[in-house]
């Protein structure tokens, strides 16, 4: 039977001629003694094999060199003789998980295990989570960049682990591995990767579906938003928590298969404190239509479902009209459509805008908003069948469709502005199809409204589209449409309403100008674009898109001022402008492969100037550290091509009263820069329901019975000191209530 004892072990260790032992802190002390079996050979020189009675330990590379300035992952591979297993990070009812202390050269840096999915080991009335006949686990090492090519680095792993058949045995061993350092691409070690291609093939996925746990009585029960699962298709599933205590390990858990959700119950734990989240893995084994079976494991991290979170199918759809009707007060969106409004205006005056004629431009223009949002919606379907997270802006995250926002605002400045008017057969294009009067015109505008809309986050969407992406396709695309049917709303009632029409000011000059003016917004937007990509790949990123910018706008010139040549000077301009194209869009490549810069949790604080929030990048183990020492926790998900998220931080963040309000609380503020793809934030989102930023959240120190507090997405001064000093005063009272 497994069995630990911290002073047993030492005893019993010490006792044992050939073994080694380090036991750590060790839980399950009512089981039996520990026992000496045998052990490795002390006196053999470190290197990259250890040898006990029960297990083989060995330290493997991925490659056979180490890159400077690069992420080289080695493994801790064990071969472990039949009938014994080792641990996971959380050992179930008894037991320690291996651990590993590294001696690195001047600069490496080593990270955390990578933790595979465990298996159930019975042990009598309890059970275990271990790994038995062998155990893979991955760590990344940090190469510092200045590395000199040439020399061999060694790496020391002082490896500790305990073993257990009926009996427990602790056990460690130094194992050392060196490798050359050399520049150009790694070469894969061909006897290590079999081991590493099925330790990456069983890698814990982030889970594409929010969670919520609930405590009822002596029962724990998880919630998984994982819409279209079918029932006759899982063949098994089950939680394992992070955490000690949450689950009783030993107890069956109860499937339920809904088409909204999955649904485990079991019996709950003995934790000591409250708990208010719950991490861990959900691994789900499948049937094949082959008669085979395949088993994925998600990461999670629920909820209480008592905090509020959740919402249902009909709130959801009334969140997203009312999002959708706001988005159209969002500043990435105005200038498009007031050029429509601008059409609108100049055709009701002509006659052309009554009855049927202006419906039809209304319509087209709904058709063309709600034939985006479907497809941003079956994208958005797709990612997540695809096993990976994904949210509203997501494609923001990806520094070559940035690129293209900033080439497409430049074109529509360009075009607002009267340098170049598409027309014939390219009438389709770009900023050209806002101010068209014919039906094409009214169907892209909607397309466009829903392009340059993307880096705005209304309020009120966050939370139904975080709903939409953990349902069924079917109701996903409900809700979608619905927060496209809000942001048609405005120009299909003018378009059905003549009488409104009339409210809409008389052509004239004035016109010209106000679209001439309107080009400056789109300058702006794209120069912010080409910002956040300096931000995502470099500097490089940022002079290819000013070169590509400039290159685009050359193209145009050379186009308009070809179209009036004669002879071989028009075919001359027009291949020379397509050259300027074509070599404006090989400036992608420096987008593709830049070096990302965003805030990262091992870079300084963020000082918001002379006054406002200081900020610490966030991370999970600092978010755990800051309330395990008794402070609320504020943390900003932000993204620096979300322009709702740079409005609150100008507006409100960085005033010296709010930043007054978090000294005084006594509160850390921690900011998760979802700027470029990162599944521990998108994970985080999708645990409140959300799917994008700007999200706000106040958690209360560790040990407190309250629930994580959302802010609003849009913040004010008053409610955000409000919130912060409403969280204080429960820091207070469990400080008191500690005491």
């Known amino acids: 039977m497994a069995c630990l004892s911290l002073l047993a072990g030492l005893a019993i260790a010490g006792q044992a001629v050939a073994q080694t032992s ?217 939680f394992y928590p992070y955490g000690h205590g949450v689950v009783k390990y030993a107890a069956p858990q109860k499937l339920t298969v809904t088409d909204r959700a999955l649904t485990l119950e079991t019996q709950r734990g003995k934790a000591a404190k409250p708990i208010t989240e719950v991490g861990g893995l959900l691994v789900l084994k499948e049937k094949l239509g082959d008669g085979g079976t395949v088993t994925q494991a998600f990461r999670l991290t629920a909820i209480e479902a008592d905090s509020g979170f959740s919402i249902g199918f009909w709130e959801a759809v ?103 008017e598409i027309g014939g057969r390219f009438a389709g294009i770009g900023g050209s199809l806002a101010g068209r009067a014919g039906l094409s015109g009214s169907f892209f505008t909607g397309v466009l409204a829903v392009i340059v809309a993307t880096p705005c986050t209304a309020p009120f969407m966050g939370a139904a589209v975080g709903f939409a992406l953990g349902q069924t396709a079917a109701v996903a695309m409900a809700v979608m449409l619905a927060l496209g049917f809000g942001l048609a709303l405005p120009f299909l009632l003018l378009s059905l309403a003549p009488p409104l029409l009339r409210l809409l000011p008389k052509p004239g000059p004035w016109m010209v100008r106000f679209k001439q003016f309107l080009a400056f917004p789109m300058f702006a937007t794209a120069a912010w674009l080409i910002w956040v990509l300096s931000l995502q790949a470099g500097d490089a990123a940022l002079l290819g898109a000013l070169a590509g910018a400039i290159l685009l706008s050359f193209a145009v010139w050379l186009w308009q001022a070809s179209a009036g040549a004669s002879g071989r000077w028009r075919p001359a301009g027009i291949g020379l402008a397509a050259l300027a194209v074509v070599a404006a869009f090989a400036m992608v490549r420096y987008a593709d492969g830049g070096a990302p810069a965003p805030v990262r949790a091992d870079r300084a604080p963020e000082s918001a100037a002379a006054t406002g929030i200081v900020w610490e990048p966030f991370s999970e183990a600092r978010l755990a550290q800051r309330r395990a020492e008794g402070r609320p926790v504020l943390i900003n998900f932000t993204a620096a091509w979300c322009i709702t998220c740079i409005a609150n931080e100008k507006v409100v963040l960085r005033l010296e009263s709010v930043r007054q309000a978090v000294d005084a609380a006594g509160m850390a503020t921690l900011k998760g820069d979802w700027t470029r793809r990162d599944p521990v934030i998108t994970r985080h989102l999708a645990a409140f329901g959300r799917s994008g930023v700007p999200l706000y959240v106040i958690y209360p120190p560790k040990g407190s019975p309250k629930q994580p507090m959302l802010l609003p997405q849009i913040l004010t001064e008053g409610g955000t000191i409000a919130a912060i000093r409403s969280m204080a005063a429960e820091a207070k009272r469990a400080e008191r209530s500690g005491n």
């Open 318 to 420: 009334a969140l997203a009209l009312l999002g959708g009707l706001i988005l159209n007060l969002m500043p990435c969106v105005l200038p498009v459509l007031a050029v429509k409004a601008l059409s609108f205006a100049r055709h009701a005056n002509q006659g052309r805008g009554k009855g049927q004629g202006m419906a039809r431009h209304g319509f087209a223009y709904a058709a063309g908003v709600l034939a985006s949002f479907a497809i941003v919606g079956a994208v958005l379907l797709a990612v997540r069948a695809a096993g990976e997270a994904a949210g509203w802006g997501f494609q923001l995250q990806e520094p070559v469709f940035v690129l293209l926002m900033a080439y497409l605002m430049v074109l529509i400045g360009l075009n607002f502005a009267g340098l170049f």
């Open 22 to 238: 380090q036991p750590g802190t060790l839980r399950g002390l009512d089981l039996p003694g520990l026992k000496p079996q045998g052990g490795a050979q002390q006196d053999a020189p470190a290197g990259p094999v250890f040898k006990t009675k029960h297990v083989t330990a060995e330290l493997l590379s991925e490659h056979t060199t180490l890159r400077p300035g690069a992420t080289a992952w080695v493994a801790l591979y064990f071969n472990i003789i039949p009938k014994w297993h080792t641990y996971w990070r959380n050992a179930g009812d008894s037991g320690e998980a291996t651990r590993i202390d590294w001696a690195l050269p001047k600069g490496y840096a080593a990270g955390e295990i990578v933790w595979l999915p465990p298996e159930r080991i019975p042990v009598g009335p309890l059970a275990n989570y271990g790994y038995s006949d062998e155990a893979i686990h991955m760590v990344p090492i940090t190469v510092p960049k200045d590395a000199r090519p040439g020399p061999n680095a060694t790496l020391t792993a002082n490896v500790f682990w305990l073993v257990c058949e009926e009996v427990c045995i602790p056990e460690e061993g130094v194992l050392k591995l060196s490798l050359p350092v050399a520049g150009g691409a790694p070469v894969a070690d061909l006897r290590a990767g079999p081991i590493f291609r099925k330790a990456r093939a069983a890698l814990p996925k982030p889970s594409p579906w929010s969670a919520q746990f609930r405590f009822e009585d002596k029962r724990f029960r998880l919630d998984v938003a994982a819409a279209g699962l079918k029932r006759e298709v899982i063949e098994d599933a089950w």
